[in-house]
């Protein structure tokens, strides 16, 4: 099943691009300097991982068990 319709597939690829998008602009920041058009996404997507990082913590932990165990 495609993660478009399974919504749980779905947000585990949201985070885990939130995750990699905050990963890479630490690593190489000046990769996502454009902050409009397609690459602006990946801007937003770090944006997002570095302000809500406690909140994208916590969820990748509840996906991660979730995945474990259910």
Do not use: Y
């Not at 905050?22 to 690459?39: C, D, H, S, Y």
């Amino acid at each position: 099943m495609s993660a478009l319709f399974n919504f749980h597939s779905f947000l585990t690829v949201v985070l885990l691009g939130i995750c990699t998008c905050t990963f890479v602009k630490m690593q190489f920041p000046a990769l996502f300097e454009q902050r409009t058009g397609f690459r602006g996404f990946f801007w937003k997507a770090a944006r997002i991982g570095e302000r809500l990082s406690p909140w994208v913590a916590v969820g990748c932990f509840t996906m991660g068990v979730s995945i474990i165990f259910f």
